[in-house]
C-alpha cells in the first residue's frame, strides 16, 4: 500500500524537521515569481487586524495559494499544508526583522518580559481549506546590550518571527514557556496532526526517520502561476 503524502508549502527547515520528527511523509511545494498584492494574500498586517486573524488569514492564503495551482495541474491532488508564525507584544504583530537595526530593536523590545507566539497552519485540497491556531507564551530574562548585538551578528535572528528562534542560540534568553514547544519553533504538532486526521490521514507515527538509514530529502515541486 502506497504511503500518503502531502505537500508542505515552506521554505522553512525547522517545519521539514518537524513534520519529519512525527513521520508525515511530503514534497516540499515552492512558489516562483508569484504575487501577492491581493489583500486576502498579503503579508502585510490590515488596518485594525489583530496578530490572531494575521496570523491566520496568511497560513490560510498560503494553503490555499498552493492547492489553486495545484487544481490547475496534472498532478498528485495531496493536500497543501501551510503555516505561519507571528508574535504578539501588547496586541503588535511583530513578523521578521527588516534588518540587523530592526532586529536589536525588537529583541530589546522583548528583553526581561513576555509575549505570545501564534502560529497557524493550514491543510487545503481541492475547495476544502481548514486551520487550527497554537498560542504560546515566553518570558525573556533581562537582555545586555552588548548580548544582542552579539546575537544579531551570528545571522540568526534575521529569517525567524520576533528576530529568535528558541530551538538555537536564543535559547539562553528564554526563562519560560508556556504553550506548544513546538508552535514555538514555527509548526504546533500536535494541530498538525489534527487537521491531518480530519482529512483522513492515518494520525502522525512517533519516532521520525524510518529504521533503516536515513530518509532522503523530500522531492521539490516548484510551480508559477503561469504554469
Do not use: N, W
Given at each position: 500500500m502506497i504511503e500518503p503524502r502531502i505537500y508542505l508549502a515552506s521554505r522553512s527547515p525547522r517545519r521539514r524537521?518537524?513534520?519529519?520528527?512525527?513521520?508525515?511523509?511530503?514534497?516540499?511545494?515552492?512558489?516562483?515569481?508569484?504575487?501577492?498584492?491581493?489583500?486576502?494574500?498579503?503579508?502585510?498586517?490590515?488596518p485594525g487586524e489583530s496578530p490572531e486573524a494575521y496570523v491566520v488569514r496568511v497560513a490560510r492564503a498560503k494553503a490555499r495559494f498552493g492547492a489553486d495551482l495545484l487544481k490547475r495541474r496534472p498532478l498528485v491532488q495531496h493536500p497543501v499544508l501551510a503555516a505561519d508564525t507571528?508574535?504578539?507584544?501588547?496586541?503588535?504583530?511583530?513578523?521578521?526583522?527588516?534588518?540587523?537595526?530592526?532586529?536589536?530593536?525588537?529583541?530589546?523590545?522583548?528583553s526581561g518580559r513576555g509575549h505570545r507566539v501564534l502560529t497557524a497552519v493550514a491543510l487545503a485540497r481541492g475547495?476544502?481549506?481548514e486551520h487550527r491556531l497554537s498560542i504560546s507564551e515566553v518570558r525573556f530574562r533581562s537582555l545586555a546590550?552588548?548580548?544582542?548585538?552579539?546575537?544579531?551578528?551570528?545571522?540568526?535572528?534575521?529569517?525567524?518571527?520576533?528576530a529568535?528562534?528558541?530551538?538555537?542560540?536564543?535559547?539562553?534568553?528564554?526563562?519560560?514557556?508556556?504553550?506548544?514547544?513546538s508552535g514555538i519553533v514555527g509548526l504546533p504538532l500536535c494541530e498538525t496532526a489534527l487537521?491531518?486526521?480530519e482529512f483522513g490521514y492515518p494520525r502522525a507515527r512517533g519516532g521520525g526517520a524510518p529504521p533503516r538509514g536515513a530518509r532522503p530529502p523530500p522531492p521539490t515541486l516548484i510551480l508559477t502561476p503561469t504554469q
Amino acid at each position: 500500500m502506497i504511503e500518503p503524502r502531502i505537500y508542505l508549502a515552506s521554505r522553512s527547515p525547522r517545519r521539514r524537521e518537524l513534520l519529519t520528527q512525527i513521520g508525515v511523509r511530503f514534497d516540499l511545494l515552492m512558489f516562483r515569481g508569484g504575487t501577492r498584492e491581493d489583500q486576502e494574500v498579503s503579508e502585510d498586517c490590515l488596518p485594525g487586524e489583530s496578530p490572531e486573524a494575521y496570523v491566520v488569514r496568511v497560513a490560510r492564503a498560503k494553503a490555499r495559494f498552493g492547492a489553486d495551482l495545484l487544481k490547475r495541474r496534472p498532478l498528485v491532488q495531496h493536500p497543501v499544508l501551510a503555516a505561519d508564525t507571528t508574535l504578539d507584544v501588547d496586541g503588535e504583530v511583530i513578523a521578521k526583522p527588516r534588518d540587523t537595526a530592526h532586529a536589536e530593536a525588537i529583541l530589546a523590545r522583548l528583553s526581561g518580559r513576555g509575549h505570545r507566539v501564534l502560529t497557524a497552519v493550514a491543510l487545503a485540497r481541492g475547495d476544502r481549506l481548514e486551520h487550527r491556531l497554537s498560542i504560546s507564551e515566553v518570558r525573556f530574562r533581562s537582555l545586555a546590550t552588548d548580548e544582542i548585538r552579539r546575537y544579531v551578528q551570528t545571522g540568526d535572528p534575521m529569517d525567524k518571527a520576533g528576530a529568535y528562534g528558541i530551538q538555537g542560540r536564543a535559547a539562553i534568553f528564554v526563562e519560560s514557556i508556556s504553550g506548544s514547544h513546538s508552535g514555538i519553533v514555527g509548526l504546533p504538532l500536535c494541530e498538525t496532526a489534527l487537521l491531518l486526521r480530519e482529512f483522513g490521514y492515518p494520525r502522525a507515527r512517533g519516532g521520525g526517520a524510518p529504521p533503516r538509514g536515513a530518509r532522503p530529502p523530500p522531492p521539490t515541486l516548484i510551480l508559477t502561476p503561469t504554469q
